[in-house]
């Protein structure tokens, strides 16, 4: 998948030099790794070329990462999160540049992974939208990113914590300017996927100086009219999703259902759009488009991409066994990697215990 904790990842790598390219792996390497991809490599190469941050990317990158791959490319070092990766035969993919000094490593964003939004979709409840004390989570928690023996700090399922520090880092900061052209568009954008992606491209083209603010109803709403245990992602999660996006100038976090008078005065918007995807009315029965139709401000676009979140929840249930049998996979690899370098801590304090003419063969 390609979620905010990537955004941040790339946020954090780009901060560390002047220009970032993003290699991204092919679905056979994936698959050969880690298990099924959910989202085909055309998609993610699309996805990770909206990330705001991602100057370049290479296509089919290899999964491990060699000096000859950095020296192709004309880069200085790479950057990874600070969880380990690991090939299909338990070995670190990073080994060959940590040694030669040329990797950089930045914090893993806690409370999201790919295990997690999986385990979501596949759970069904909405123990994602406000506390995880429900017993449903718990035992969801348990399965699904566990193998038989303990549990990987790498895989597990942890709860995000939203900060305003967070929120500021991946806000562009930008006012709208004379001559900008103010287009509003409001959504769950959950599950921040391709079909997003093309639509926002599509807004964005409207306009010469576009300045995209994109509307976020909250949880509760959400799930008023997609029902089920939607959003997937909560609205913290979805504001970082949106903010990520290279053709987003601003977000409204709990945007009003209905886009009326004052929101339109207040952001003083010159267009309105939403996509081919149905309009729900507003709890009153009323079109929540009413006012922006009225002054004719209103647009539908056709990004010619009709992918939806409920696609995605789709192909995941499909897929259930190969993604279970993936992240238990997956953490019986890191177990193995935590075990060695306990192994190897304890055997190199017993050297040191045993003093200097003592030594011992790893």
């Not at 259902?257 to 918007?269: M, S, T």
Request: glycine share 8%; net charge neutral.
């Amino acid at each position: 998948m390609v979620h905010y904790g990537h955004s941040n990842q790339l946020r954090q790598a780009k901060a560390m030099g002047d220009y970032l390219i993003a290699g991204v792996h092919t679905d056979a390497e994936i698959s050969k790794h880690k298990g099924p991809p959910v989202f085909t490599q055309e998609e993610r190469y699309k996805m990770v070329r909206a990330i705001k941050w991602v100057d370049e990317i290479v296509e089919g990158a290899p999964y491990v990462t060699t000096l000859e791959t950095l020296d192709k490319y004309n880069c200085d070092f790479c950057v990874h999160g600070d969880d380990i990766t690991l090939t299909v035969d338990g070995k670190d993919t990073y080994e060959e540049v940590k040694c030669a000094g040329r990797y950089r490593e930045c914090k893993r964003t806690q409370g999201v992974s790919t295990t997690d939004v999986v385990g979501r979709m596949l759970l069904m409840t909405k123990a994602h939208h406000s506390n995880l004390d429900n017993p449903d989570y718990q035992q969801h928690a348990d399965n699904f990113g566990k193998g038989p023996k303990g549990h990987s700090p790498w895989t597990g399922v942890s709860q995000f914590l939203q900060t305003s520090q967070k929120i500021i880092q991946f806000a562009s900061g930008k006012e709208p300017q004379p001559g900008d052209t103010i287009i509003y568009v409001a959504g769950a954008f959950d599950l921040f996927h391709i079909g997003h992606v093309d639509f926002l491209e599509m807004v964005y083209k409207q306009a010469e100086r576009p300045y995209v603010i994109v509307g976020l109803h909250f949880d509760q709403e959400v799930n008023r009219y997609k029902g089920k245990n939607y959003p997937i992602m909560n609205i913290h999660e979805r504001t970082l999703s949106v903010l990520a996006c290279r053709y987003v100038s601003e977000v409204v976090i709990g945007a009003p259902y209905a886009v009326g008078k004052d929101l339109l005065d207040h952001f003083k918007v010159d267009l309105v759009c939403h996509g081919k995807t149905e309009v729900f009315p507003d709890k009153d029965g009323s079109d929540p488009y009413a006012e922006p139709r009225k002054r004719g401000i209103f647009k539908t676009i056709d990004s010619g991409n009709n992918l939806t979140t409920d696609d995605i929840v789709q192909r995941i249930i499909e897929n259930r066994l190969q993604f279970e049998a993936r992240n238990q996979k997956k953490e019986a690899k890191e177990m193995a990697v935590i075990e060695a370098m306990k192994r190897r801590e304890q055997q190199d304090q017993k050297v040191k215990d045993l003093g200097p003419n003592f030594t011992v063969r790893h």
